[in-house]
């Protein structure tokens, strides 16, 4: 299974916190699908972790979240 590394085109550009907490959070989302989700969903998780980081967030827990909430039902009316 690709790690989060495998969809950032310029590693260079983050320095090793950052790529930690990028990781971590990609980490933890996975670990709340089930296991045979679809290799494009975990691409658009791990694109939208990095361009969180990409955007100033470093905590891995709202990397995490956010990546998230593009599969979740919006709440009700």
Known sequence: MP???HYIREPAVFDPEILSAMGAAYESALQTLPTSTPT????????????GARAGERDPDKLCQNALSAFRAPAGP
Not at 41 to 47: F, H, L, P, S, T
């Open 3 to 5: 790690t989060i590394f």
């Open 40 to 51: 494009d969903v975990r691409e658009v998780i791990a694109i939208r972790i990095i361009s």
